[in-house]
């Protein structure tokens, strides 16, 4: 077997050749490009492969950076005044921490062609909905029965074991357990309430999992036949050939928008505001409307598809709840801590 | 070197530190309060030390057999050890960790296989438990003490055990007094790596051991990525690397004790 040997100046090369793949994003800003950061997997795919040409077509060289929220959040942070992406792709429970530390601007309506295509429910002062996710209950059904609600989840035997929950880490999770606590408790800020459920069955404690991303593997080995997740969850395990239904629970479903923001101090806005309509345009998202993907069209004048209207029409939007954020997010660190330690003991 | 070792460690850690002590007033000792005054952090940490310590025993317990075999083994069998030992390294860490979430789930070859033997009444899944995540740690971490160990015995002389076998010792004490302290430099080694991979795999800490099983990278993470208190999360990351620190210092000064060696 030949011995491995590394000489100082491969190793110097090699230090040089990490230290440039660093410098790739800047070089595609120093080009007239920008990068955006966009969810891994079927997003990240659907968006470089439909919004790439659209924004090159608009003369500027679009990066797509996969990044899940809470990563875009802390790379952002991490580089204050020069922004390792130029947009984020994010929901409203991240939005609310980017607005508190100062990390994405307000936007100029005008520079966007498609604007008037959304809902008013879509135009956000700090960017436009690109989507809205409904979260609910996903489940099986060629395992169990088809829930109601929460509440059946917790007093129907035939769910026992087969429920997959997850911490506050998650947005989805903490929407259902503000839910929960309506069900159980007194209001939505009862978390006592839900904590006294975890606490008193083991059942419910051994089927928590670390993250949201953990309960999709879970769900494709028939470990779990059910968790809190949203209409994009079940398209991605159909696409995935797996049997997987969604269920709106009794108390109604909170509606995940997901919006494009400008972060503070990007140096290519022009290009920023390219690929913000790209992603409102219509020949866009009815591609993303269609499977893998299966978004919502949030540009009024793509028609909704079966599959979509089957769990969100047009009229339904501006009923659709959106919970507060900014008033969870001052609880988040105590739930999570709470739920943690409950979980572990 | 020097300057590598400043830009890409020592400023870094520099930073790290210097974020742990930051509170809104300016420097504070509060973050360290705040870990050190829940006890449930307590218990993380040392759930964490000892998931260290199982997997360094399981990976020792797998390594040295393997490590014999190598040693007696020809060369193109020595190959065919180093190779295999290298081909679970060549994969991400991520991928070994599905893999196993596939074989200690229900559905998965141990369950089948206990429930097949009648050893269990029903489909048993290991996941969210420590002792799914002990094996799936073992197996991941194994070749962080082959490849040291290998790098040992293959200059090990076989003159000494023959010296030891024609003075009448039998195999056991062969292995004990003879095989064992030449092995015991690549074992140090080994210790080292698997302690200190093991203590920081978050990705297998949180996906094989649910949540159930929290260690401290999770909490380091979530401090991170999901509350953005980064002064707690500094403060807790350098706790993991004192307390993780001291064990490995302790481990290299073993493996510098003449004696203890087999340099005597």
């Known amino acids: ?75 952002v942070m991490a580089s204050p005044g020069a922004p390792a992406f130029d947009t984020l792709l994010i929901s409203p429970g991240q939005m609310a921490i980017a607005i508190e530390n100062d990390l994405i601007v307000k936007i100029d309506p005008t520079r966007l062609k498609n604007w008037s295509k959304l809902a008013p429910a879509f135009q956000g002062e700090y960017g436009p909905t690109v989507t809205v996710q409904i979260d609910g209950i996903v489940y099986n059904p060629d395992v169990v029965p088809k829930p109601k609600g929460y509440r059946d989840l917790f007093e129907n035997p035939a769910y026992a074991g087969k429920v997959s929950w997850t911490g506050f880490d998650s947005n989805t999770a903490v929407m259902a357990y503000t839910q929960i606590a309506q069900i159980f408790g007194t209001g939505p800020d009862d978390m006592d309430a839900v904590f ?30 059910v968790f809190m997740g949203s209409t994009n969850n079940v398209a991605h395990l159909k696409s995935l050939g797996l049997n997987a239904e969604f269920v709106q629970p009794e108390t109604g479903s909170p509606a995940s928008p997901v919006n494009i923001h400008l972060t503070k101090g990007s140096a290519n806005v022009d290009a920023a ?7 409102l345009d219509a020949g866009a998202q009815a591609t993303f409307e269609a ?27 501006a009923g659709l709840a959106y919970p507060d954020w900014v008033s969870i997010n001052k609880y988040r660190d105590e739930w999570t801590s709470t739920f943690i330690a409950l979980i572990a003991s | ?67 014999l075999f190598y040693w007696h083994s020809g060369r193109r069998m020595r190959q065919v050890v180093v190779f295999l030992s290298l081909i679970p390294m060549l994969t991400s860490n991520v991928v070994r960790t599905f893999a196993w979430i596939v074989i200690l789930s229900r559905q998965g070859p141990i369950s089948q296989a206990l429930l097949g033997l009648g050893l269990t009444g029903a489909p048993t899944s290991l996941l969210s438990t420590e002792f799914g995540l002990l094996l799936a740690m073992v197996q991941i971490d194994l070749p962080l003490i082959i490849l040291p160990l290998v790098a040992i015995l293959a200059r090990t002389s076989r003159q000494l055990p023959e010296a030891a076998e024609v003075a009448g010792a039998g195999h056991w004490r062969i292995l004990v007094t003879v095989l064992l302290p030449m092995m015991l430099p690549g074992l140090l080694a080994g210790w080292i790596l698997v302690f200190a991979s093991t203590s920081a795999s978050y990705v297998t800490q949180a996906a094989i051991g649910g949540a159930r099983n929290v260690y401290v990278p999770q909490l380091i993470t979530r401090q991170v990525g999901v509350l953005f208190n980064w002064p707690l999360a500094s403060a807790i990351a350098m706790v993991l690397l004192l307390s993780t620190g001291a064990l490995l210092m302790a481990l290299a000064l073993i493996s510098r004790h003449r004696r203890l060696v087999g340099h005597a």
Do not use: C
């Not at chain 1, 006294?196 to 779990?224: C, P, S, W």
């Not at chain 1, 505001?273 to 992603?279: E, I, L, R």
């Not at chain 1, 069209?297 to 029409?313: A, F, G, K, Q, Y």
């Not at chain 2, 870990?35 to 797998?62: A, C, Q, S, W």
């Open chain 1, 1 to 75: 077997m030949n011995e491995f040997r590394l000489n100082r100046r491969m190793f110097g090369m090699l230090v040089a050749g990490a230290a440039a793949s660093s410098l790739l994003p800047s070089m595609a800003r120093a080009s007239g490009g920008l990068v955006a950061a966009t969810f891994p997997g079927s997003w990240e795919d659907a968006y470089r492969s439909v919004l790439t040409p659209l924004v090159k077509a608009a003369g500027y060289d679009l990066t797509v950076a996969p990044a899940l929220s809470q990563d875009q959040l802390t790379k």
């Open chain 1, 196 to 225: 006294k459920l975890f606490k008193d069955n083991a059942d419910l404690r051994a089927g928590v999992t670390d993250t949201t991303n953990h309960q999709m593997a879970l769900y494709q080995q028939g470990e779990i036949a």
């Open chain 1, 273 to 279: 505001y390219a690929y913000m309509d790209a992603a």
């Open chain 1, 291 to 317: 499977p893998p993907t299966e978004m919502f069209p949030t540009n009024s004048d793509v028609e909704l598809t079966p599959n979509i209207s089957s769990v969100l029409t047009r009229d339904q939007v």
């Open chain 2, 1 to 67: 070197m020097l300057l590598l070792s400043v830009v890409f460690f020592a400023t870094p850690l520099g930073l790290l530190l210097a974020f742990s002590f930051a509170g809104p007033t300016g420097v504070t000792l509060d973050n360290f309060a705040e870990f050190f005054g829940d006890p449930f952090n307590f218990k993380v940490l040392t759930n964490t030390m000892r998931l260290g310590f199982e997997t360094v025993i399981g990976t020792t317990l797998l390594g040295i057999p393997i490590g």
